[in-house]
């Protein structure tokens, strides 16, 4: 992780200074988050609703995650009369539908409005789809409408909703393109005039297209053009023109959008069927991947491997949506089972997680010099997101790692192979593991002068602790098989440095660097330990013992070091009595069983946490008050007691319930107050799910 915030903080200055004070005035379930996301399933299809305190869903405009505004809005009409339901359209004859309520699981937020004398509901639906990769890899998302009458009488009704060409920029200046395809399916594609590969602008990339489809049903009606033309168009109508505006210009030049219209007929009480929208968006090439001797390898997303053009893609994808629900329901009911088993706080947290995290991963595949798809070449790489934008952070990945080792392992073998395969050619110069494969998403070109950001004790722990699991979980030994000599150079560096680390920075890096961590000696005590088992599996079983045998004389002396003079806890960093802090990595040693640490250990942390709390948590350690959220549950999931499990979890759901902030769920923030710190949206909140995995 690094701590290049400040360009973040400028585009979301005011999100975060003011966060809204509305009132809710619908019913929330399971609660108001500070964000809520409605197109969340890449790091470039992130589209969120700012919601602070309480923001109806026609109260403000859908926004990126970094918090710039993606136009996206939605009309009904009822009887003659038009109602607004999405977004913050200001065109004349429309009044505001009135939201009754919000619901959100693990893949859906569902909202109900009340226009007149029918309700609207509107379905986000960004599936999650771990066990089908190529549906995962999808950069495509639902929206789906439907209408009934709330007054028992019959009544005419049309449904518009359009997206804007901020849906391919950074950079509103810049001039955009658009087509519209009409056939079975109706598309609107929108494109950058002058495209940068591999390029971003404040993190939106600046290649590839978005994508708007619907069903051409009977009824269906579409229009490009200037924002308050075609609404007008619809206000006044009840259906569009089917013209195309054809004077391509900048995204701010009076605003082009791209809209649809459905003339439901009449509706009756019995809800009508959903009408369905798709939002995306899609680049090709999607990664640049570093090779041996520095070559270059420009990688596709697997979904090209089924399909051969966006449109039979966006065609199946459109077609499958009641099956897509369906998997979805079955996946978010699953999820909630077995979070609710430690809690109903805990599923809830776990429920606003999950799109999150996996809304930073993109699975990719190569082509072979005869420009096949190596269908047996699949990696899935991640975007850092807000604390930086770095490819595949090696300690971003780990406390993500819960997730997916809960939904499907495949993905974390996908996730380590890149950065296996880059240190195996030799070109990254230091005898620890790499930080992370890229300095800027979404190139994955490594760090051939050895100028990563410098965590050796932290990356190389990761990398043995999360291969480890992978065999363990996943039954899958492919990467200590490949890999074998690389982890076997990482644990020689941990046995130099773990026991008593130098200075240096841990994951925690906002923190600063300190000698002598005694949660990072765990880290890398655990990473020795799991090593043994690792040259166990590989069958070498005098490496195996060497390195149980010193794991276990160095968590015997850790214990000298780490325990402060009164033996009631653990201090951040050794001979430090007066400090301590959250003791997470000692998850590790339970996830594997490797059982490096004894039981007392986990005892006296237990009991040390539940005098220490303050309002929001347990602060990370006693330098600062605040905390991150993943480590919070990560403590949650290694005490030896419900109750004070159970306070880490409360303390979490009441951060993320709190509406101090309007961005997606920020990870670090103040145990004091509940207020957000620096970072937003990132893919450690995989780590919520911690608890499901042990």
Request: hydrophobic letters at 40%.
């Amino acid at each position: 992780m690094h701590m290049h915030v400040p360009t973040l903080l400028v585009s979301g200055a005011s999100l975060l200074l003011a966060p809204v004070a509305a009132a809710v005035t619908w019913t929330a379930t399971p609660f108001n988050p500070a964000s809520v996301p409605l197109a969340v399933r890449t790091p470039y299809l992130s589209a969120w609703l700012a919601q602070g305190a309480g923001t109806a869903l026609n109260d403000a405009w859908p926004t990126f995650w970094t918090g710039t505004i993606v136009g996206w809005a939605g009309y009904v009409k009822v009887d003659g009369t038009t109602y607004t339901w999405l977004g913050a359209p200001n065109v004349a004859g429309s009044s505001k539908a009135t939201q009754k309520s919000l619901e959100f699981t693990s893949t859906q937020s569902i909202f109900t409005m009340t226009a007149g004398p029918v309700d609207l509901t509107a379905t986000f639906l960004s599936p999650v789809e771990p066990s089908d990769l190529v549906r995962q890899s999808l950069p495509l998302s639902y929206l789906a409408v439907s209408v009934k009458s709330n007054d028992r009488n019959s009544h005419s009704v049309q449904v518009y909703t359009d997206i804007s060409a901020e849906w391919v920029t950074g950079d509103n200046s810049l001039v955009a393109n658009w087509t519209t395809m009409t056939g079975s399916v109706l598309t609107h594609q929108v494109s950058l005039a002058s495209q940068s590969v591999y390029g971003e602008v404040s993190d939106h990339t600046q290649y590839g297209s978005a994508y708007h489809a619907t069903l051409n049903t009977t009824g269906a009606t579409w229009q490009t053009g200037q924002d308050t033309v075609v609404r007008a168009q619809f206000i006044s109508n009840g259906a569009l023109a089917n013209t195309a505006d054809t004077s391509f210009r900048a995204v701010s030049d009076r605003w082009p959008v791209f809209g649809f219209s459905h003339d439901l007929g009449t509706i009756t009480s019995a809800a009508s069927s959903p009408v369905v929208f798709v939002v995306g968006h899609i680049r090709d090439p999607a990664i640049q991947y570093i090779t041996a001797n520095n070559g270059r390898q420009d990688r596709s997303i697997l979904f090209w491997t089924e399909y051969a053009t966006v449109s039979s893609a966006i065609s199946t994808f459109i077609h499958d949506y009641a099956d897509a629900l369906l998997r979805a329901q079955a996946f978010d009911a699953k999820v909630k089972a077995d979070a609710s088993k430690i809690s109903s706080d805990y599923a809830d947290i776990v429920a606003l997680s999950v799109r999150q995290a996996f809304g930073s991963i993109e699975i990719t595949v190569s082509k072979d010099s005869s420009g096949n798809f190596n269908t047996s070449d699949v990696m899935t790489f991640m975007k850092e997101i807000s604390s930086d934008g770095n490819t595949n952070t090696v300690d971003v990945i780990f406390p993500a790692w819960p997730i997916f080792l809960y939904t499907n392992p495949a993905l974390g073998t996908q996730m380590l192979e890149p950065l296996f395969r880059y240190q195996a050619t030799g070109q990254y110069p230091n005898k620890w593991a790499v930080h992370d494969m890229g300095a800027h998403y979404p190139q994955a070109i490594g760090h051939n002068d050895g100028q990563d950001e410098a965590m050796q004790v932290e990356e190389s722990g990761n990398m043995l602790i999360m291969t480890l699991s992978l065999a363990q979980k996943g039954r899958d030994t492919s990467l200590i098989q490949k890999y074998f000599s690389l982890l076997d150079q990482w644990t020689q560096y941990l046995i130099a440095d773990s026991l008593i680390p130098a200075e240096q920075l841990s994951t925690d890096d906002f923190a600063g660097q300190l000698a002598n961590q005694t949660n990072l000696a765990i880290k890398g005590i655990v990473g020795i330990k799991a090593m043994s088992k690792i040259a166990e599996i590989a069958g070498d079983s005098a490496k195996a013992q060497n390195y149980s045998d010193i794991a276990t004389s160095y968590a015997q002396q850790w214990q000298n070091f780490a325990l402060s003079s009164d033996k009631t806890h653990l201090t951040l960093n050794y001979g430090n009595d007066a400090s301590w802090g959250l003791a997470y990595n000692l998850f590790a040693d339970k996830l594997l069983g490797t059982n490096v640490f004894p039981q007392s250990i986990f005892d006296l942390q237990t009991q040390w946490y539940s005098t220490h709390a303050l309002d929001f948590g347990v602060p990370l350690d006693t330098r600062h008050t605040y905390t991150k959220s993943d480590w919070e549950i990560w403590t949650a999931a290694l005490v030896t007691s419900d109750s004070v499990r159970d306070l880490f979890i409360s303390s979490v759901h009441k951060y993320a319930a709190d509406g101090e902030s309007s961005q997606p769920l920020g990870d670090w923030y103040e145990t004091s107050n509940g207020a957000v710190e620096g970072f937003r949206a990132r893919p450690v909140v995989g780590g919520h799910l911690a608890l499901l995995i042990v």
